[in-house]
T-cell receptor, first 111, second 111 residues
Framework: GAVVSQHPSWVICKSGTSVKIECRSL??????MFWYRQFPKQSLMLMAT?????????EQGVEKDKFLINHASLTLSTLTVTSAHPEDSSFYIC???????FGPGTRLTVL | QKEVEQNSGPLSVPEGAIASLNCTYS??????FFWYRQYSGKSPELIMS????GDKEDGRFTAQLNKASQYVSLLIRDSQPSDSATYLC???????????FGTGTRLQVTL
């Protein structure tokens, strides 16, 4: 199946700093990717849709200025968590919209 | 609001038995249905997709869809301890390939 990678797999940062998470499609081109967040023992919540060459669209309640998404090429989408706070600690996962395959996820811990 | 319902479990089955996982959804217009397996601390892994009423088999897995009853299920034959995981049901929202996820059913396969 389609291979989606994420980097880093985990990150620990201090409160107030920004963290960038990369999502890459390795063997195909992804015009649209989804970003999800999953808190412990909860299901996946869609945060935003990343569209190659255009602005991302955000789900209701997700702050677009806090979660910056860039999809500058057909193989790379990035999510930047700006001014991260402990409540942003979560498991962030991207997926390809066409195949519905997920990347391995990035675990963010904000101290 | 479009909903996907799953029994949280845990569903406990002995090794070698058939595990039956169920999912109901609220949007009668949904056309695409997915089952994912998620191990603790890992991202979801796509097991099956189903689009038409009836059964779809892939190895030990069988997905069953009944659109009239708004019901989709996953059968796992010859259950193995390695099948112990949380199984997520996902249904398309009809908007740009977005999916709505259930909260998942935790399956425990006992020796």
């Amino acid at each position: 199946g389609a291979v989606v990678s994420q980097h880093p797999s985990w990150v620990i940062c201090k409160s107030g700093t920004s963290v960038k998470i990369e999502c890459r499609s390795l063997d195909f081109q992804a015009t649209t990717m989804f970003w999800y967040r999953q808190f412990p023992k909860q299901s996946l919540m869609l945060m935003a849709t990343s569209n190659e060459g255009s602005k991302a669209t955000y789900e209701q309640g997700v702050e677009k200025d806090k979660f910056l998404i860039n999809h500058a090429s057909l193989t790379l989408s990035t999510l930047t968590v700006t001014s991260a706070h402990p409540e942003d600690s979560s498991f962030y996962i991207c997926s390809d919209a066409d195949t519905q395959y997920f990347g391995p996820g990035t675990r963010l811990t904000v101290l | 609001q479009k909903e996907v319902e799953q029994n949280s479990g845990p569903l406990s089955v002995p090794e070698g038995a058939i595990a039956s996982l169920n999912c109901t959804y609220s949007d009668r217009g949904s056309q695409s249905f997915f089952w994912y397996r998620q191990y603790s601390g890992k991202s979801p892994e796509l097991i099956m997709s189903i689009y038409s009423n009836g059964d779809k088999e892939d190895g030990r897995f069988t997905a069953q869809l009944n659109k009239a009853s708004q019901y989709v299920s996953l059968l796992i034959r010859d259950s193995q301890p390695s099948d112990s995981a949380t199984y997520l049901c996902a249904v398309d929202t009809g908007t740009a390939s977005k999916l709505t996820f259930g909260t998942g059913t935790r399956l425990q396969v006992t020796l």
